[in-house]
């Protein structure tokens, strides 16, 4: 069970807290302002206090700093309890006061006790909103506090007022019934104590012969000490007696000495004594004491003269009808002094009765109504000033008022023009005599435009925040002079942060930048701080957890009256993926260039290699096996088929490569390659092999498979110079809409994984950027080309798939190789090859635009048995097949001088559909293939090719 304390001037808000804790075995205190609440915690110490903000006498914000100057009650856990208009203010002093929760009125019931239960349990985190820097301004804040103060003020001096008027009343009807002397003068010590708010009251009656003391009375204080009954009445109340006249003034210091007051009497800092006197006599006196730091005003004085001349009607009966006048002079003086407080307010004071009926209204209430007070009194208030639609409801928060709920309340009124209102309402019941409840006055604020200025805002704000929360954009705003930095939630994520989590300095942003960024932003900053113009930078930012991203942001700097900067403000914008997608659209187009002049290089390379290994093995085939010149001539030929090699890996790299895809099963591939690579990458450096089972078959062309086996497997043992280990693995994995959005030419979907992983060197960032250039390598001079990770990227990404590297300094490095996965309609088994004979006596038509290659052509099939003729371009071709029927098969280069080859075999064709055609070439053309990949039943043969392959690739068309 905790002690809770609620300070609230609202006792309806009060009773709602009070009852829902109390169920909760809470044991509740109540205090109606901040300083009762003070005193309520140096008697009480609770274990938390929740507190209205807007409050008489203490508004709730001086009570917490109060609260907080005093080491006893520091410690003290506060919830502010707050009506929505000042929620922003509440969380922002929230926050700078150490205060955990703001509740909102009206609150739910679950809100509060879930709220309450985290407080006392001392786990509670803060609960401050997104939006909790207020959006008013200091001087914005001031004002509502000096208008709630002064409406306070107001409300209070015609709650003063009326009270005296009614206490005047009372003390009259009582002097007038009253037999009882003595019980009638206790009651006038206490009505006057708490009519003027005096520390204590002493009031005395004197023997009319001798003029001594004959009775005495005092309350608020024990000060019958210092006198007693016999006694000559001393120092400045004997003046008042003597004399016949009120004193009033202050006594600095306090010390009864100065008014020639026995030293036994209590403290006097302010005084207010008249005496109690009829028109012939003098009967006593009635002194007010304040000793707050009070004064006693001249109205103060004219009430107590008139209360201390009543009292004196009980010693003059036979002037009781002169003393009853000079009362209702006095009663007239105070209604006329209340209605001319009335009229000063700036609220509209509203007064009905039972009936609803108007029995008081206000100049203001008369000015926002229309028309004057005559007009308005007496007429049912609910059917006249109120819109059809709200009459039912209003009338009945009316009788929950006449039953005792205070609360504040809101709705439209008509005006005589017929104009709607809005009016916020405080309201209180009056009460007679008997305390029975006759009416309620209600004092009401005009909130028409405030309201239609806050929908105004608050649209204005939700389009903001909901546009910029769309594009991503965050916010910043520095105050120069404090240095005070803040950020939206947007900013804060942008730079990996949590909500409001950063720290709100210009140092705490400067520690977020990439070292290597931050002296071009402070630059940004320092020009536009000098002339106060927008700036722009573009600048990496570094998460916690080491991720960088790139961050485009752009600022104004406001300067004030001596041209010093006074504020900032900006926006950030994230272009990390912008940015990536541009550096691998830019990385796609060199790689375009530099492969178009590759693939260039290649075929014409290819032609001179077919050329070259052609001839050395026909002169390998004519030479005796012991002639010394065959060492040699097999010499030419192993450097020839190393730059076929070459050129092949140039067509790769280029995608001028043509395909001829097969279905694969990668771990077969892989498997059978283990021999090989054992003895490619040595001994000191041990293969493991991460095959999984069951893989989906992809569909790729095996010798390119290979060659990024091959490829991968020596980058890997280079950078193992001293041993390792070297895995190889194989997976299946679907690649999502985020991959395929930072990988430029995937598209999602299913892909079959090769992932070669070595124990090696490792490599920097730098070499990392360049990893797949052509011709970049770490090697030195004559161990590398620079080809063979440029080779493996431009078959992976020709066949549509991408490559992910991860690379450590010291912890080596893994290559991801992601290929699609195939069709199931492509998953049919291949036919199985039938060795065939190389030799035959049909006619071959070799058309070919290189003279070397023709002749070289010509003789290798002629060696085999064929009978052949050659052309050197389209037309040549043409005029030797219009002059021979017999030919059987047409071989024809792809790229000539003039038509092309497939254009020639078009015409060819249309003359003899049942000719066959054999294509060769060194790089790819559109017209036999399609996106690299040879189209469906075409005949090709590769350059540089052999008598072997020649001869085969001739057979196997012809036997078709």
């Not at 609960?127 to 959006?135: E, I, Q, T, W």
């Not at 009259?172 to 009251?201: I, M, N, P, Q």
Request: glycine share 8%; with cysteine; aromatic share 6%.
């Amino acid at each position: 069970m905790a002690i809770i304390l609620i300070v609230d001037d609202l006792s309806a808000h009060r009773r709602f807290l009070v009852t829902l804790l109390r169920g909760q075995g809470h044991r509740l205190l109540e205090a109606a302002d901040g300083r009762e609440g003070l005193a309520a915690v140096q008697t009480e110490h609770p274990d938390l206090v929740i507190t209205d903000v807007l409050m008489p006498v203490m508004d709730g914000y001086e009570f917490v700093r109060q609260l907080r100057l005093d080491p006893a009650a520091s410690r003290i856990p506060v919830l502010f309890y707050t009506a929505p208009y000042g929620e922003r203010e509440a969380w922002t002093f929230a926050r700078s006061s150490g205060l955990p929760y703001v509740l909102t009125k009206p609150a739910k019931p679950e809100e509060v006790l879930a709220i309450v239960a985290r407080v006392l349990s001392g786990t509670s985190e803060s609960g401050m909103p997104a939006d909790a820097s207020p959006l008013t301004t200091e001087s914005d804040r001031e004002h509502l506090r000096l208008l709630t103060d002064k409406l306070s003020e107001r409300a209070g001096d015609l709650r003063v007022a009326n009270t005296r008027l009614r206490a005047l009343i009372n003390i009259g009807l009582d002097l007038a019934s009253k037999r009882d002397t003595d019980r009638l003068l206790e009651d006038v010590c206490a009505a006057v104590h708490d009519l003027f708010g005096a520390t204590y009251v002493t009031l005395g009656i004197l023997d009319r012969n001798d003029r001594t003391l004959r009775r005495f009375f005092t309350f608020g204080l024990d000060a019958a000490n210092w006198i007693k009954t016999g006694d000559v009445v001393p120092g400045m109340l004997a003046r008042v007696v003597a004399e016949r006249r009120t004193l009033r003034g202050d006594n600095p210091g306090g010390d009864p000495a100065g008014l020639q007051l026995p030293s036994l009497h209590p403290e006097v800092q302010a005084f207010l004594a008249a005496p109690i006197a009829s028109q012939a006599h003098v009967y006593g006196w009635i002194c007010l004491v304040g000793n707050e730091g009070r004064t006693f005003t001249e109205d103060d004085e004219d009430l107590v003269v008139a209360l201390a001349g009543q009292v004196g009607r009980i010693y003059e009966l036979e002037h009781e009808i002169l003393e009853r006048e000079q009362a209702e002079s006095a009663l007239r003086h105070e209604r006329d002094r209340a209605q001319r407080y009335l009229d000063a307010a700036e609220v509209m004071l509203l007064a009905l009765d039972m009936d609803g009926r108007i029995t008081l209204i206000n100049r203001k209430g008369c000015d926002i109504l229309g028309g004057t007070a005559d007009e308005w009194l007496g007429r049912d208030w609910f059917e006249i000033c109120l819109p059809a639609r709200v009459r039912d409801t209003v009338r009945q928060k009316f009788h929950n008022l006449l039953g005792g709920d205070l609360s504040i309340v809101e709705y439209p009124i008509l005006t005589k023009s017929g104009e709607e209102r809005m009016i916020e309402w405080r309201n209180t019941t009056l009460r007679d005599d008997t305390e029975y409840v006759t009416g309620t006055l209600s004092s009401g604020t005009d909130i028409t435009e405030r309201n239609q200025a806050v929908e105004t805002l608050r649209t204005a704000e939700e389009r903001t925040r909901f546009a910029l929360e769309a594009a991503g954009v965050g916010i910043w705003d520095l105050d120069n002079p404090t240095g005070v930095l803040r950020w939206s939630e947007i900013l804060e994520s942008q730079h990996g942060l949590q909500p409001r989590t950063f720290g709100g300095t210009l140092e705490a942003f400067v520690e977020r930048i990439h070292p290597e960024d931050r002296d071009v932003l402070f630059e940004t900053m320092a020009k536009a701080n000098r002339f106060g113009t927008d700036f722009f930078i573009h600048y990496r930012t570094i998460w916690p957890d080491g991720t960088v991203r790139w961050l485009n942001g752009a600022g104004r700097v406001l300067l004030g009256e001596h041209n010093e900067p006074v504020r900032a403000v900006g926006i950030s914008l994230d272009v990390t993926e912008r940015r990536t997608l541009e550096e691998q659209y830019h990385q796609a187009q060199k790689m375009e260039a530099i492969g178009r002049l590759a693939g260039g290089v290649a075929h014409d390379f290819n032609n001179l290699l077919t050329v070259m290994l052609g001839y050395c093995e026909l002169l390998l085939a004519d030479l005796d096996p012991n002639d010394p010149r065959q060492a040699d001539m097999v010499e030419i030929q192993k450097a020839g088929m190393r730059a076929a090699g070459l050129t092949r890996q140039l067509l790769a790299f280029s995608r001028k490569q043509i395909i001829e895809p097969a279905l694969l099963d990668l771990n077969v591939v892989v498997a059978d390659m283990r021999a090989m690579l054992g003895r490619l990458i040595g001994e000191d450096v041990k293969v493991v092999l991460g095959l999984r089972p069951g893989l989906v078959p992809m569909k790729a062309d095996r010798g390119q498979v290979e060659q990024i086996v091959m490829n991968l497997a020596v980058n890997a043992r280079d950078a193992m110079p001293k041993g390792g280990t070297l895995t190889i693995e194989t997976a299946a994995v679907e690649l999502d809409e985020h991959y395929a959005s930072t990988h430029f030419s995937v598209k999602p979907g299913p892909y079959v994984v090769l992932k070669v992983t070595d124990t090696g060197t490792g490599m920097t960032p730098q070499v990392k950027a360049r990893l797949f250039e052509p011709f970049f390598t770490t090697k030195e001079a004559g161990r590398g080309t620079g080809l063979g990770l440029a080779t493996v990227h431009g078959i992976v990404a020709r066949s549509g798939g991408s490559v992910d590297v991860d690379s450590e300094i010291g912890r080596g490095t893994s290559f991801t190789v992601y290929f699609p996965r195939a069709d199931a309609a492509e998953m049919v088994a291949a036919p199985v090859p039938v060795a065939r004979p190389r030799a035959g006596a049909e006619t071959v038509l070799v058309v070919e635009d290189a003279e070397g290659l023709r002749e070289l052509a010509r003789r290798l099939l002629q060696r085999q048995g064929y009978t052949v003729l050659v052309a050197a371009n389209a037309d040549e071709a043409l005029r030797l097949f219009e002059r021979n029927a017999s030919i059987d098969v047409i071989l024809t280069d792809v790229v000539m001088p003039g038509a092309s080859g497939p254009e020639l075999t078009r015409q060819l064709i249309e003359r003899r559909p049942a000719l066959k055609v054999i294509y060769m070439s060194g790089y790819t053309e559109e017209a036999i293939v399609h996106h690299g990949v040879l189209k469906p039943g075409i005949a090709f043969l590769h350059k540089p090719f052999t008598s072997e392959t020649l001869g085969r690739k001739v057979r196997e068309v012809l036997d078709r």
